[in-house]
């Protein structure tokens, strides 16, 4: 991970601007048809040339083997460990929306899901029903009442929401709800720790009048809780960096995860091309910015490898709008993989280019893709360390020791 304590001592202030883009769920497999991945058989011509005049390698988001989750990995691109610094889901899902999270406050991230008349999850997603739709059923969760706390339940985006606790004394340890996999039934909220039943005991009576409350839906009929978290109060971004951040994120999840440590947070909508002219617009006034891109991991959990491309070449065909802000340091990468073969995240390393004109030493790749960055000059190395090399190549930080 970043030295926290070593960045405080050496970054300083600079004319210079850093950009990370982050297209979400970025790595792949490769296809039986012929060996390349998704990024692979993109057409992508920016990006290729970046690589030919930049650096690439590939990221390892918590470690080798491990299969991340969306927040930690945001929080490991951002330079902190993810182990030490272990956030759930649902804080980053209620600050992404905006919601006033108090300390106390326990979280959780929630989908609505369609069970079948036995109980049994036949989509986690609910058909992915518009967010139009989410939010009408939110309304009606949020009519719920149940004795020793208070409930409030938010729309997040399409089938997603956020629940939030309050009530003295309640705990986040508390296991996921969704079984992950369809054919089986959402489980009951259950404690980790004895301190924590309580808290579970409340999640499972509002379990209860949620199911009531949704019978009568279809295709959301039932819903799944994941993340159950507290604020971890973490250190800011800016202090450790010296930097003035921002992200553009049209996803509620990664705004929580930039409001989390502490960037400002720019709205925005679809499609790529508007995130893109909105950092233009907002050029002047920061100094990083966090551009995230939220489609290729969609369309690798739908297992669709064309729509997963296709994404692909959106940004790229939208990227000279960035480089025409000529950013003295822009890293593409993801957070993690989300190769369609396997319909969900993975924890295989993450292609990562690092583009500094001025700066950056070039390695022998070609082209942006998983084979050439595997021989790139950054070899394979954990992502906590983009944020320093970010640092030193945009030349803001000072020398260390005599």
Known sequence: MANFDLMRKLAQPSDSRIVLLVLDGLGGLPRKSDGQTELEAAHTPNLDRLAQQGTTGLSNPIGYGITPGSGPAHLALFGYDPIQYDVGRGVLSALGIGFDLQPSDVAARGNFCTVDGNGFITDRRAGRIPTEKGAELCKLLDEIEIEGAETFVRPVKEYRFVLILRSPGLSPELPDTDPQQIGLRPLPATARVTEAQRTADLVNQWIAKARSKLAGQQPANMVTLRGFAQDPALPKFQDIFRLNPAAVAVYPMYRGAARLVGMKVIPVEHPISNEFH?????????????????????????????????????????????????????????????????????????????????????????????????RGGLGIFPATELMPLALAHAQRLAKYGA
């Open 278 to 374: 909105t950092v233009a617009e907002h050029w002047e006034h920061y100094d990083f910015f966090f551009v995230h891109v939220k489609y290729t991991d969609s369309r690798g959990e739908d297992g669709d490898f064309e729509a997963k491309k296709a994404v692909i070449e959106e940004v790229d065909e939208a990227l000279p709008i960035l480089l025409d802000l000529q950013p003295d340091v822009l890293i593409v990468t993801g957070d993690h993989s989300t190769p369609s073969q396997l319909k969900s995240h993975s924890w295989h390393p993450v292609p990562t280019l690092f583009w500094a004109p001025s700066t950056v030493q070039t390695d022998a790749a070609t082209a942006f893709g998983e084979t050439e960055c595997s």
